[in-house]
């Protein structure tokens, strides 16, 4: 009957068909975000997300090509279908779980700050920031921004293109404090920030991060929360998080 030939045709309209027939998973993120996504000396992508997203590409059978685009529109791109799936470090929002479709957390982070040392010891936390005369900043279109917004309305705010030049800005002391995600901070403050900076690392917002896809897609979704729970199953999962995330 009709009901059957409509459940027939739903799954055949699953985004996976088309990565298939491509030949081809499309990832997009922007690189940057240590230690999620990150360009080498030689100008390749590594990162947390990069090695599940190669393992991604291996499990499919087909080839794994990245996307590296600009993060406040990463969104918008994945919409139009200039990729298939973002995995870029993507905290889920309410907001932007009304546009994309987010896979099961990899893990939780939040934000923390990173603090010019001219401030050491009476800034003891993000409400100590909260007034005009500090200067913040963060990377736009990411939560270290909205956090800002939100909950230190007052103080004057800074946004950059990109997480490092936000984070360089206050080890120059031309900003008095960046506000980002912790594992971001945490290795911008063991390479570049110690003796310049104090790392204010516990985290004040609760920050689930995951892989986004296209809404209206449930076999692409349960794809992605199997091949994450079997990931964290058959000793992927620990390998790859001792290797970019506690080292
Ligand atoms: N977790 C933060 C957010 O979702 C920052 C992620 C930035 N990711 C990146 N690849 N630049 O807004």
């Known amino acids: 009957g009709p009901a059957f030939g409509a459940d027939i045709e739903l799954a055949k309209k699953s985004?996976?068909?088309?990565?298939?027939?491509?030949?081809?998973l499309r990832v997009g993120f922007e690189s940057g975000?240590?230690?999620?996504?990150?360009?080498?000396?030689?100008?390749?992508?590594?990162?947390f997300d990069i090695d599940f997203a190669k393992r991604m590409a291996k499990a499919m059978g087909v080839k794994f090509v990245p996307v590296n685009t600009s993060y406040d529109g990463i969104i918008p791109a994945l919409v139009t279908d200039k990729f298939d799936i973002i995995m870029s470090g993507m905290t889920i929002t309410q907001e932007r779980n009304l546009k994309v479709t987010f896979a099961d957390p990899y893990i939780v982070v939040g934000q923390t700050i990173l603090l010019n040392n001219k401030h050491a010891g009476t800034v003891k936390s993000y409400k100590d920031l909260n007034d005009p005369k500090y200067t913040l900043t963060s990377r736009m279109g990411t939560t270290g921004e909205q956090s800002i917004k939100?909950?230190?309305?007052?103080?004057?705010?800074?946004?950059?293109?990109?997480?490092?030049?936000?984070?360089?800005?206050?080890?120059?002391?031309?900003?008095d404090a960046l506000v980002y995600d912790l594992p971001f901070i945490g290795i911008l403050?063991?390479?570049?920030?110690?003796?310049?900076?104090?790392?204010?690392?516990?985290?004040?917002?609760?920050?689930?991060?995951?892989?986004?896809?296209?809404?209206?897609?449930?076999?692409?979704?349960?794809?992605?929360?199997?091949?994450?729970?079997?990931?964290?199953?058959?000793?992927?999962?620990?390998?790859?998080?001792?290797?970019?995330?506690?080292?």
């Open 15 to 24: 985004h996976i068909q088309k990565i298939l027939s491509r030949g081809e």
């Open 33 to 47: 975000y240590m230690p999620f996504e990150m360009t080498n000396k030689k100008g390749d992508f590594i990162g």
């Open 150 to 175: 939100r909950m230190i309305p007052k103080a004057t705010y800074k946004g950059f293109e990109s997480e490092a030049e936000a984070g360089l800005e206050v080890i120059n002391g031309k900003a």
């Open 189 to 247: 403050y063991a390479s570049q920030g110690q003796g310049r900076t104090v790392f204010l690392d516990k985290p004040f917002t609760y920050e689930p991060l995951a892989w986004a896809i296209n809404p209206g897609d449930p076999d692409f979704l349960n794809f992605l929360n199997n091949f994450l729970s079997q990931s964290k199953g058959d000793g992927f999962y620990e390998k790859v998080y001792n290797k970019w995330i506690l080292s």
